[in-house]
């Protein structure tokens, strides 16, 4: 059933994220030709004013990729899953989990693939498909080895997981709620919020406490704390995990028994 | 006949307010049942529970003798009052839906009801009136051979001669060993074909019996006796 309620999801969404990657790839072709034709005719004003511009709004639309749809998978949970639309999804013969899990996996596969066409279009517009490498040749020269790199690339990767849990949590209970469901959601946001920060400070002041001989002369040295690296990332990624398990735990228990489509 | 819906001390609450008050009840296969009531007496929540969409606060529910879950949801067609259909979706994607989810699914009864009624199966839900709407949601959920049938108002939004196809829709279209709860306010275009009528008043069961006993006992349509019952 899982399967299936993913090839459903991945039919509603896959509109308008293709439609993002058009958009995108049409004004990363006109960047990378004003570029070349500005390179033809160096001090051409109208080429620079107009090749700015075409680079400024292939950053924006960039960005934009990457940010509408993080926006639109909340918006999708909370209209396909706690308003009307709820009434066909909930009445189907599946489990809560993998309700949660199809509206995990489906954005989680198209920020991945968002990522990909973004880079690809960088590397269209600025001619050159290994720009990947030279990014790692500046993280190397600063003291990150590939590991620490692929470290980080993971912890990123959890974090953006935990993030669309804790946003699916913050839904889930709002609409619990008998009336004032979105205001309870933000609410449920700013708390489940909070908590994360002082989970974070006690974190820091934990490793912190545990290493303040070490801390103090590296501080002194002031050079990067590269060996306290994994410490930092390892705790982070370990919390990061702990908080994604038991939100989607609270989730689950929240459709299951708390869940009020009235 | 055996029992489909058994419910025993039934309680909903919304917050404080109490929507369904220990109410019980046991409906039979092979019967269409009237759920009538005024507005706000419960009928809605009440099906809603059967659907699995609101929680209970507590009793006891089984359908064919299982607990609401995902095993009760299989052999349960639930039609609810309003559109829940994504207006995104094509009428043939909603189809395939179903045939996914549904193993008593059939798509060529819905495509023959969808011919009949002319709707395009290419047609996109947000492109359709109100009203088609509600009869593209019927024909999908007639078109399973389910155990129990839950129809919330299903003619709440449609013209009298829609209602007619409606309800032969309905009538043609259940499985026999079924059970078809149908809760409506027009109850004089329903009250031909329920075989028991189930009265709800405040949360709570103010009378189950079956139709032709209403009629003798009472000497009134069910209409006519709802309307003594509920008299404002």
Redesign the interface.
């Known amino acids: 059933m899982l399967a299936k309620l993913l090839k459903h999801e991945f039919k509603a969404t896959y509109r308008y994220q293709c439609g993002m990657y058009i958009v995108l790839f049409i004004v990363s072709i006109i960047a990378l030709v004003l570029s070349v034709a500005l390179e033809a005719n160096p001090g051409n004003g109208a080429l620079i004013v107009t090749t700015s511009l075409s680079k400024l709004m292939a950053i924006i639309v960039r960005v934009a990729v990457l940010v509408v749809t993080f926006v639109m998978a909340i918006l999708r949970y909370r209209k396909n899953i706690l308003k009307d639309e709820g009434y066909l999804m909930h009445t189907l013969p599946v489990k809560k989990w993998q309700l949660l899990v199809s509206k995990l996996i489906t954005p989680y596969v198209w920020t991945v693939l968002n990522i990909i066409i973004v880079y690809l279009s960088i590397a269209l517009e600025v001619r050159d498909i290994d720009i990947l490498s030279l990014t790692t040749m500046d993280l190397s020269s600063a003291g990150l080895s590939s590991g620490m790199i692929v470290m980080f690339v993971l912890a990123m990767a959890v974090s953006l997981l935990t993030s669309y849990s804790m946003f699916y949590l913050c839904l889930n209970i709002g609409y619990s709620m008998s009336k004032d469901k979105d205001l309870m959601s933000f609410v449920s946001y700013v708390v489940i919020y909070l908590i994360n920060q002082v989970i974070g400070v006690i974190e820091m002041f934990i490793i912190f406490a545990f290493n303040f001989e070490s801390f103090s002369a590296i501080t002194k040295a002031q050079t990067f704390p590269v060996e306290y690296f994994w410490m930092v990332m390892g705790s982070a990624l370990v919390i990061s995990i702990i908080m994604c398990v038991i939100y989607n735990m609270i989730s689950v228990y929240m459709l299951n028994k708390r869940l009020n489509l009235e | 006949m055996s029992v489909i819906v058994e419910c025993k001390d039934l309680t909903v609450k919304?917050?404080k307010?109490v929507a369904l008050n220990n109410f019980s009840v046991e409906f039979e296969e092979g019967r269409i049942v009237g759920l009538l009531g005024p507005n706000g007496s419960g009928k809605t929540t009440f099906i809603?529970t059967l659907?699995?969409?609101?929680?209970k606060s507590a009793g006891n529910v089984t359908i064919a003798g299982e607990k609401l879950g995902?095993?009760t949801?299989?052999i349960?067609s639930?039609l609810?009052e309003?559109?829940?259909?994504?207006s995104?979706?094509r009428v043939k994607?909603m189809i395939d839906?179903f045939n996914?989810?549904?193993t008593d699914f059939n798509p060529q009864t819905a495509y023959e009801m969808l011919e009949t009624l002319k709707i395009s199966p290419k047609d996109k839900i947000k492109a359709l009136s109100k009203g088609t709407r509600e009869k593209v949601q019927l024909v999908l959920v007639m078109s399973r051979s389910a155990k129990l049938y839950l129809l919330d108002e299903p003619m709440g939004g449609v013209d009298p001669a829609a209602r007619d196809f409606i309800l032969k829709t309905i009538l043609t279209n259940y499985s026999k060993d079924a059970c078809v709860i149908i809760s409506t306010h027009l109850i004089q275009d329903v009250e031909q074909v329920l075989d028991e009528v189930a009265f709800i008043k405040e949360g709570r069961l103010a009378m189950f019996k079956s139709a032709d006993e209403i009629r003798e006992e009472n000497g009134k349509s069910i209409d006519g006796l709802f309307r003594a019952v509920f008299a404002c």
């Open positions: 919304y917050g307010k809603k659907s699995g969409l609101i929680t995902t095993a949801k299989s349960v639930y609810p309003r559109p829940y259909f994504p995104s979706m994607d839906f996914d989810f549904y």
